[in-house]
């Protein structure tokens, strides 16, 4: 009874993290899908555990205990075929607030409500013959919340690292039901005990089958795809302006591009207009603003790898360049070498863990810092996007240093607004800044925003003939692209701070603006 607690309290919590990684490719990892999950789980253990009561009274029987086992774990595994059909349809019908409560609550609701049913009835049966009631209650709860912890660490330090979420709900299934036909057969006799132990190898064949066949279709164009340590990525061959492209995607999100044939263009792999040849999307190219202000720049930090588009570009600038980056998916690395040719240079150190906190205990100063974590709408580092994160980055500046974010959003304003705030923000920690939006400052859509923070005096001067005759198209159109800051109002909206950073409220008035 104990260790049957033990093994239905580690699979909550299982079902309950991977819960979020199911919603987060169709929403996003935000506060709203987290938010959801723990609250459906929440509310099917209170209602489960109150049922559980009712029929522990009306049905003390240990059939009856493992019957639950076992339907709940089929309950998964239909929860985990539902929720290829369900979550798609509602991801593109449902906004990122409303979605992720309804898609919890149709796929996770039962199942929790299931095992939540079985704490009580075990009190029931374990404590029938004995007076010591209180003391058998609390060996229950004992064992199920250790279990719940063991699911818990189980499932972030173990199974999603070395897993699939597919095979991590299907597995957990499978041990949920089989465990529930041992406990059929263990209190069983002649051929019942024989028919429940073939119940239970059917079940095992029938995860190992989908184990194994699980990996082998894949979409068209599909050349990579894995459960990541903090999203799905896909690697997925398509075309982009006409020409043979492969896309990065993190979750729901482009992440990165390179194209196909870029190699070809020349052998430095950069373009005959200067650029990066393998820069695929606009807002890469952006980058290069450090050019105009410290172009003797030899060291640069990247917050993000990503495809490792920017740090190639910056390696492929100068000879001279040395480029750290931190990006806290630790396969990526290897992927960019693999899939998006990131060569091998002891000129460019990878560090798998978070910027911010490689920035807080480095005593390295960098000329030019990229922050490019924030590569999707749908997953923002909120403490990649505080007052006290710009001011940490400039205090890693070389004296004329730069640092260029790459932003999402609307120009328009209105309150509220995650782009008002974020521009308010950044200028009160960088007071020599400039923004640029990167399709047009009059852009009635939601665009990417670069922000260009100098931790010096020097400034831009668009009518020069380093920017005028640029070659670099990217350089040369700057002033049509500079963001009016008189068109703002700022006294409408707040900074973000650690304390203070709604940014996943205001960023879902950009998403729902879309939907």
Not at 435 to 448: I, K, L, R, T, Y
Request: net charge neutral; hydrophobic share 45%; charged share 15%.
């Amino acid at each position: 009874m104990l260790a049957s607690v033990f093994v239905t309290g580690s699979a909550v919590l299982v079902i309950e993290i991977i819960a979020i990684r199911m919603l987060s490719p169709h929403y996003g990892n935000t506060m709203y899908a987290t938010s959801s999950v723990i609250g459906v789980i929440l509310a099917a253990l209170s209602v489960g555990y109150y049922a559980g009561g009712i029929i522990a009274d009306k049905h003390p029987r240990r059939g009856v205990f493992y019957a639950i086992i076992f339907v709940s774990g089929i309950t998964v595994m239909v929860m985990q075929a539902a929720s290829k059909v369900i979550l798609p349809f509602f991801g593109t019908l449902f906004s990122i607030t409303q979605g992720p409560l309804i898609s919890s609550l149709f796929l996770f609701f039962v199942p929790a409500f299931l095992l939540a049913t079985l704490s009580p009835i075990a009190i029931k049966l374990y404590s029938a013959t004995d007076e010591n009631l209180g003391q058998r209650a609390g060996k229950i709860f004992f064992w199920s919340t250790l279990g719940s912890i063991n699911g818990s660490l189980l499932t972030g330090f173990f199974l999603i690292p070395f897993f699939g979420i597919d095979t991590i709900v299907m597995a957990t299934g499978a041990v949920l039901s089989l465990w529930a036909c041992l406990g059929f057969a263990w209190h069983s006799t002649g051929h019942k005990k024989i028919i429940l132990l073939l119940a239970g190898a059917g079940m095992i064949c029938l995860s190992l089958y989908y184990f194994s066949a699980a990996g082998v279709p894949k979409p068209a164009g599909i050349v990579y795809q894995k459960d990541g340590l903090y999203e799905k990525i896909i690697i997925q061959d398509g075309m982009w302006g006409g020409r043979s492209t492969r896309f990065l995607f993190q979750d729901r999100s482009y992440s990165a591009a390179m194209y196909l044939d870029s190699l070809g263009h020349s052998p430095s792999g950069r373009s005959q207009t200067g650029e990066a040849s393998d820069l695929v999307f606009d807002y890469t190219k952006y980058y290069s603003l450090y050019q105009l202000i410290n172009p003797g720049a030899t060291t640069a930090f990247a917050i993000g790898g990503g495809g490792y588009s920017i740090p190639k570009a910056l390696l492929q600038d100068s000879p001279a360049m040395r480029v750290d980056v931190a990006e806290i998916e630790p396969s990526l690395h290897e992927i960019a070498k693999t899939y998006f040719n990131l060569p091998a240079t002891d000129r460019l150190q990878h560090y798998a863990q978070d910027g911010r906190r490689f920035l807080k205990t480095t005593n390295k100063k960098y000329g030019i810092i990229i922050g490019d974590a924030y590569y999707s709408l749908f997953s923002i580092p909120i403490h990649l996007a505080t007052q006290e994160f710009f001011a940490l980055a400039k205090s890693k500046l070389e004296d004329n240093g730069v640092f260029i974010g790459n932003f999402v959003g609307y120009l328009d304003a209105k309150n509220p607004s995650f782009i008002a705030s974020e521009i308010k923000t950044f200028k009160s920690v960088f007071e020599n800044s400039y923004f640029f939006a990167v399709q047009a400052p009059d852009a009635p859509s939601s665009q990417n925003i670069i922000f260009l923070g100098i931790n010096g005096n020097k400034t831009i001067d668009f009518q020069s003939p380093a920017v005028a005759k640029n070659t670099n198209p990217i350089l040369k159109n700057l002033g049509l692209h500079q963001i009016d800051m008189a068109q703002i109002d700022f006294s409408k909206h707040r900074e973000i701070t650690d304390n203070y950073a709604p940014v996943e409220y205001l960023v879902s008035k950009i998403i729902n603006r879309w939907q």
